[in-house]
């Protein structure tokens, strides 16, 4: 099926790329400096690390979906590679869907590795007290460094001998290393003995991370788009410039609901992503419940929908020849 195939291949582009394993890495590290980070504020320092996570988690999605997006389609039709595509009996709607798909895919391996580390640094939590227990977690340091040594051993090894990618193996090797690490973990307990796996589990905090992940499929969409038109750093650019302006669509609705009638049209089209946006939730312990989950993704369907329209159309009369 042409769709699955412009699909994977996008996918295993995507995570070929050097910048996917250089944001990946710069994310983990963040991820983990902000344990250190939320210790210096004066009330809940656990709240502001959830939220630096959170921010870590959505930052580095939008610049993932933004570079990976021109990666597999706005370089293509620079260089002319997408003739060979097109030229073959494929329907253009096929490709940017498959493109689409394949970003997606590449976005969601990078936000599960990442969000496997945000869930380790909550494990880990913010120095609470000056007792050694309260300030190191041992099974969280020594699994999770064994995980990242691990990942980046069989990475290198697997480059050198057998000629892998780095940035894809680095990519799966540690997700799937992350994740038994997590696993482990989850089954003890800061003093090394053995507690049920979910103990320490927040549904909260886990529909928190499946609303971010909305929000960067939204803006993978939008990348998308712009790459039809684009270049890299155009395209980069009219993702930053969504995300700052949707943080504050919020505003824009509630000049349009005071009777401003020319916000109207803005409050309209630009996407309201503090929809997407659960930190303030959490800090303020308000719940986030199914309906809510369902409404906001039933929201993220549309909006993607309409994106993905409009990218269609762009891609329908772009000369690529």
């Known amino acids: ?104 895919g590449a976005t969601a391996l990078a936000y599960w590795l990442l969000g496997v580390v945000f869930l380790l640094s909550v494990r880990h939590r913010v120095q609470s007290s000056v007792r050694e227990e309260d300030i190191f977690d041992g099974p969280v340091i020594a699994f999770g460094l064994a995980a990242i040594v691990l990942t980046c051993l069989i990475s290198g090894l697997a480059n050198y001998l057998y000629r892998w990618p780095f940035p894809s193996t680095f990519s799966l090797t540690g997700a799937f290393l992350a994740t038994v690490a997590l696993g482990i973990v989850s089954c003890i307990s800061r003093t090394w003995r053995l507690q049920s796996p979910v103990a320490g589990f927040d549904p909260q905090l886990a529909l928190a ?7 960067v499929v939204v803006l993978t969409a939008i990348a998308i788009a712009a790459s039809t038109r684009l270049g890299q750093i155009p395209t980069l650019l009219v993702c ?38 659960p930190a303030d939730a959490l800090s303020q312990g308000s719940t986030i419940t199914g309906g809510y989950l369902g409404l906001v993704t039933l929201y993220a369907a549309c909006l993607i929908g309409a994106v993905m329209s409009l990218a269609v159309i762009l891609f329908q009369t772009r000369d690529v020849g």
Request: contains cysteine; proline residues 4%.
């Open 1 to 104: 099926m042409p769709l699955f195939t412009i699909a994977r291949n996008a996918f295993l582009e995507s995570i070929r790329q050097p910048i996917h394993a250089v944001i990946v890495s710069a994310a983990v590290l963040a991820l983990v400096f902000n344990v250190n980070v939320a210790g210096y504020t004066l009330e809940d320092d656990n709240k502001l690390l959830i939220d630096l996570g959170l921010s870590t988690l959505f930052i580095a999605g939008l610049l993932m979906a933004a570079f990976t997006a021109t990666s597999v389609l706005a370089r293509e039709i620079d260089n002319k590679t997408v003739i060979t595509v097109v030229s073959k009996p494929v329907a253009r709607p096929f490709v940017v869907l498959g493109k689409f798909c394949g970003v997606v």
């Open 209 to 215: 991370m499946v609303l971010v992940f909305e929000a």
């Open 240 to 277: 930053v410039g969504v995300f700052l302006v949707g943080l504050v669509g919020e505003y824009f609705l509630s000049l349009a609901v005071a009777g401003r009638n020319w916000m109207r049209p803005v409050a309209a089209v630009v996407p309201n992503l503090q929809f997407f946006w």
